[in-house]
């Protein structure tokens, strides 16, 4: 469009009418430069955005929600939708009762000991850890709440030595890029006290790999594989199941790293061969720690500074 204007305006200064209508020209070829401009923003920059990666979902405002990956046009869908979900009757529920003391109060104090004992680790033991173990978390943390109940995670176990090879070989390489080149000078000395850089050696020493993946849509007939169903927060969900994979894992006498590994997630989402509505949240190396193990000897917040009571 813009070697069409050129020629058009080239074709025009060789006339000699362009001197005298120039007054009625000149407005006439910016209106329509502003049109032409308008026209295409709009249609290949607007309504492709939302039509492929993002599809407008609005509310009656027509302004789209936070926090949700839209994969259609729910709002103006051309027919009677019907619950993703399938229709069952509600059931009575009495609260907790399995919980780690009788008494409510010890069994808040025990977990939050638990809790507090969970450190960041980066060197670990070769001892090996009862694959039943890992898969027993990895369950508790499919118990977590997710919107609308579609339990958008993948957890991807990994314990091929080649295949964890394969991982550090790819999260090193662009590690190493990323502490050199695309972070900030501060981002790598704000890092420097907890003594990380791109050298990864825990993703071959741990004994296994967790990589938690976010569903960003689903199916509503999975072997089919067609009909999308949306996933509403799916990364909160998954964020929420994390954390709960982290406590179990902590509960089971595990330690592990929440790692997320910059600019790796489409190829490792390939290695692994998963779907392209994954994408990858954080990758945990689990096992034991190594005997000569350290941890920074870091204090956590208390309580009067990450509280307001009202």
């Given at each position: ?179 050199t080149q695309r972070m900030a000078k501060q981002w790598v000395t704000d890092l420097r006290p907890i003594r990380t850089n791109h050298i ?96 920074p000897d870091l204090q956590r917040k208390p309580l009067e500074d990450i509280l307001v009571r009202y």
């Amino acid at each position: 469009m813009a070697s069409y204007l050129e020629d058009l305006v080239d074709s025009l200064i060789s006339s000699s009418a362009l001197v005298t209508y120039w007054n009625y020209i000149f407005p006439v070829l910016v209106g329509l430069y502003l049109a032409i401009s308008l026209y295409d923003k709009h249609r290949y920059g607007r309504n492709k955005k939302l039509r492929i990666t993002e599809p407008a979902a609005t509310e009656k405002s027509g302004t789209k929600l936070d926090g949700i990956e839209y994969v259609g046009d729910l709002e103006h869908a051309e027919y009677d939708p019907v619950p993703a979900l399938e229709e069952k009757p509600h059931i009575p529920y009495s609260g907790a009762t399995v919980t780690l003391a009788t008494d409510p109060l010890e069994a808040a104090n025990r977990f939050y000991a638990i809790a507090n004992n969970r450190r960041s680790v980066r060197k670990f033991s070769s001892r090996s850890v009862d694959v039943a173990i890992v898969e027993r978390c990895i369950q508790a943390a499919g118990t977590a709440p997710s919107g609308a109940h579609t339990e958008p995670w993948t957890f991807c176990l990994v314990s091929d030595p080649t295949i964890k090879a394969n991982i550090r070989e790819i999260i090193e390489a662009e590690e190493f890029v990323n502490y050199t080149q695309r972070m900030a000078k501060q981002w790598v000395t704000d890092l420097r006290p907890i003594r990380t850089n791109h050298i990864k050696e825990y993703l071959t020493q741990a004994p296994y790999l967790v990589l938690v993946f976010k569903q960003t849509y689903g199916y509503k007939d999975s072997s089919a594989g067609t009909d999308k169903k949306q996933h509403y927060y799916n990364e909160i969900s998954t964020s929420i199941a994390t954390g709960m994979l982290l406590s179990a894992f902590q509960c089971a006498g595990l330690s592990s790293l929440v790692t997320t590994p910059l600019n790796c997630g489409p190829m490792l989402r390939t290695l692994l061969e998963r779907p392209p509505n994954e994408k990858l949240l954080v990758l945990l190396p689990v096992g034991y720690p190594a005997d000569d193990c350290t941890v920074p000897d870091l204090q956590r917040k208390p309580l009067e500074d990450i509280l307001v009571r009202y």
